[in-house]
């Protein structure tokens, strides 16, 4: 992994331990971190493996007039949101590399300013988020990274109970990635109240379901879906080949649940908490219910996403003792700075991560600006 993101986890491993110590956070140091995350995915160059065909996308449509437009997205098997954005950009001069520095700059500042609002410890939210989610939805699914900002930012709404300003937020989402539709059921979901023996036996059966194949009639009845394998089978990555990834997902999925029904209680009270823990739980429901195909992968990430904020509020709002309230920010400080590792060794090499390079370099064939 280059040198850049080296930095990035350094410094939000630094800063999470600081805020932690003194329950402190610098919002300056925290807006100057968001700034590096999004110039980094914003000014990469051809670090997704997805690249080469989100550029040709974007130059197509230089030649393609609104009267097409519809017809070229049904063909492209795109939302007419996000080719919408391409086209504009393109139409007015800009070049592909703009169209990256706008999704990954909008989709951080929704998701930080959300970290920021409710996670009681931001750093450690971002740092939990940034391994592999910002690698993933800043760099790889773009589309998806930015729908999942809006599910994200909607939350809010979640919290406040507007239905109207948090279905409007999924209808934005929806012009980048269908997928989105997915989130309707958090508006229900958060609120609801379980106690650790029902959370405990929901994950046993849909793990005993995963591993057994009795999942597999979802898998049926998705094929029936708006959503079904068809329109996703496209966007399987290499990145999430079957083997080791996946196993390493069934394990840390697992073990975070283990933890936050352990230390359930000494956050209870927190409503906060509470409803990022609901989508969180439902999220790794979700995962083994869903399978190891593309369901079980793209779906899932809109609650997994949550963890960083449960973490969050487990131990911002924290009323045992010191030393176990030490130990849960140490277990997912370590297990955050495991999967880097893992990251490192397992998948790096699919991508260009570990070969950072920018726009601005002299093998870039795209910029921010047409200059022809």
């Known amino acids: 992994m280059s040198f850049i993101y080296l930095f990035i986890y350094g410094f939000l491993l630094v800063a999470s331990f600081l805020e932690f110590s003194k329950k402190e956070v610098s919002k300056q140091l925290y807006i100057l971190v968001v700034i590096i ?32 437009f519809s017809r070229f997205a049904e063909m492209a098997g795109m939302e007419k949101g996000f080719l919408g954005l ?11 590399g703009m169209l990256t520095l706008l999704l990954a700059t909008f989709s951080l500042i929704l998701k930080s300013t959300t970290f920021y609002k409710y996670g009681g410890l931001p750093f450690l939210v971002l740092f939990i988020y940034a391994m592999p989610n910002f690698l993933f939805e800043e760099h790889v699914h773009i589309r998806q990274g930015l729908a999942n900002a809006f599910a994200i930012y909607s939350i809010r709404y979640v919290i406040d109970r507007n239905l109207i300003k948090f279905l409007i937020c999924l209808a934005i989402g929806y012009q980048f990635h269908e997928s989105i539709i997915i989130f309707v059921l958090a508006y229900w979901i958060a609120p609801m109240k379980f106690d650790e023996k029902f959370i405990g036996w929901l994950v046993v059966f849909a793990i005993v379901g995963f591993y057994t194949g009795l999942n597999s009639i979802i898998e049926v009845i998705m094929q029936y879906m708006p959503i079904g394998a068809d329109k996703f089978e496209s966007y399987q990555s290499q990145l999430y080949d079957q083997g080791d990834g996946v196993a390493t997902g069934d394990f840390v999925k697992i073990i975070s649940i283990i933890s936050i029904i352990l230390y359930n209680k000494y956050a209870v009270e927190d409503k906060l908490y509470c409803y990022f823990r609901n989508l969180f739980v439902f999220g790794v429901l979700l995962y083994f219910f869903l399978g190891k195909g593309i369901f079980g992968v793209r779906l899932p990430g809109f609650y997994l996403v949550f963890l ?3 973490v969050g509020r487990l131990i911002y709002s924290f009323k045992g003792d010191k030393f176990k309230r030490n130990f849960v920010y140490i277990s997912f400080v370590s297990y955050t700075i495991f999967l880097i590792f893992w990251f490192q060794v397992k998948q790096a090499h699919k991508s ?3 070969n950072y390079s920018t726009i601005l370099s002299k093998e870039a064939v795209y ?3 047409k200059w022809e």
Do not use: C, H, Q
């Open 37 to 68: 995350m999004a110039l980094t995915a914003g000014l990469g160059y051809a670090l997704s493996p997805d690249w080469v065909a989100y550029f040709n996308t974007f130059r197509m449509l230089s030649d393609v007039s609104w009267g097409e």
């Open 86 to 96: 391409n086209k504009i950009l393109s139409d007015y001069g800009f070049d592909f």
């Open 308 to 310: 960083g904020l449960t």
């Open 352 to 354: 260009n991560f570990s």
């Open 367 to 369: 910029g921010l600006w």
